[in-house]
């Protein structure tokens, strides 16, 4: 082994950096075009301390440019997403405050989330937004699916339970971001994620909590 490489000559150096508290998760949840970015980028500019927006569209826009076929479709996403979950889960674990913008239209997204994250240190968000306002925004950006919004439209909130509800029709990005600062400062506990944790997860092992804080770091 050259010597550069050897523990004992640089022991600091080779020393995994401490992780002293998990970091805070704040999950938007809603449709296609319902603003989640928006918001995200928002509240990046108005939460204290350092935080990350980690988008599910920034993991399928790394995925190379090679056509699939229409069978192979929903395996590669759903690999996709289910990887994004495990480095979500590991970003926050390593101790950093995650803005996290994904739809949950699918009922495994929610349930694969359950398992790996802390709920008590994640904040999950409604982003709402009524039918026709979403149909309009999707039609003027003109970068999406058509009809996409509409076939996320009755699942993303059909589990229920959130922790805060936003309306996009009536509150700009930064109001709702403004909302989502204030719920962090003293969550109520339980959390949403707690709650659907004991009712759809019953005796699956939670996540391990580093230490316990009420707000983000």
């Known amino acids: 082994m050259p010597a550069s490489l050897n523990p004992a000559h640089d022991p600091v150096h080779a020393r995994v950096p401490a992780t002293p508290a998990g970091g805070t998760v704040v999950l938007l949840n809603g ?3 319902s ?5 995200a980028r ?3 500019e108005e939460l204290d301390g350092i935080w990350f927006h980690m988008p599910v569209d920034a993991f399928h826009a790394m995925r190379c440019r090679h056509p699939l076929a229409d069978e192979d479709l929903r395996g590669e996403i759903d690999r996709t997403v289910k990887g994004f979950h495990r480095a979500v889960a590991g970003m926050a674990a ?3 405050n995650l803005v996290v913008d994904h739809p949950l239209s ?3 997204r929610l349930l694969d989330l359950l398992d790996l994250l802390v709920p008590a240190d994640t904040a999950l968000i409604a982003v709402r937004c009524p039918l026709p306002e979403l149909e309009r925004r999707e039609r003027e950006r003109g970068d999406r699916q058509p009809g996409l ?3 996320q439209f009755g699942h993303v909130h059909a589990h229920g339970r959130h922790d805060l509800d936003l309306d996009t ?3 700009s990005p930064r109001e709702c971001a403004l909302r989502i600062r204030d719920f962090l400062v003293d969550r109520p506990r339980p959390t949403a994620f707690e709650e659907l944790r004991r009712t759809l997860r ?4 939670t996540p391990a909590r580093t230490t316990v804080q009420k707000g983000p770091r």
């Open 106 to 108: 699918l009922r495994w």
């Open 42 to 44: 928002a509240l990046l």
């Open 35 to 39: 603003g989640k970015s928006s918001i």
């Open 31 to 33: 449709t296609s075009s």
């Open 202 to 205: 019953p005796g699956a092992t």
């Open 94 to 96: 390593a101790g950093n």
């Open 149 to 151: 919004a509409a076939l």
């Open 169 to 171: 029709s009536l509150l």
